[in-house]
Nanobody
Framework: QVQLVESGGGLVQPGGSLRLSCAAS????????MAWYRQAPGKEREPAAT???????YYANSVKGRFTIFRDNAKKTVSLQMNSLKPEDTAVYYC???????????????WGQGTQVTVSS
């Protein structure tokens, strides 16, 4: 069994910072791309930041310059440092990872359960 567990969400004032973390565990042979998505109320889930196994990153325009994604391959974690938060960053944040599990012949995208981030004064 493979699972992703997120932590670090909460309530923060505009202009504040939060760090989200996501740890993968289970029968993992290899992890390829890892990412953070978010879903605001009434909106579709959208990618916020992505990082490849080689460390290349992608950011949505709305978070570029404010969010930083990084990973620790040895610990099988991906984190999202969020600075200068705005009310429009309020959403449920989900991590995902493309994982090749032992005994599996292909990569599969696993998702975390989501963590709420609320930016409000």
């Amino acid at each position: 069994q493979v699972q992703l567990v997120e932590s670090g969400g909460g309530l923060v004032q505009p202009g504040g910072s939060l760090r989200l973390s996501c740890a993968a565990s289970g029968s993992i042979f290899s992890i390829n791309t890892m990412a953070w998505y978010r879903q605001a109320p009434g909106k579709e889930r959208e990618p916020a930041a992505t990082i490849t196994s080689g460390g290349s990153t992608y950011y949505a325009n709305s978070v570029k310059g404010r969010f930083t994604i990084f990973r620790d391959n040895a610990k099988k974690t991906v984190s999202l440092q969020m600075n200068s938060l705005k009310p429009e960053d309020t959403a449920v944040y989900y991590c995902n990872a493309d994982i090749l599990a032992y005994g599996s012949g292909e990569y599969y995208r696993y998702w975390g359960q989501g963590t709420q981030v609320t930016v409000s004064s």
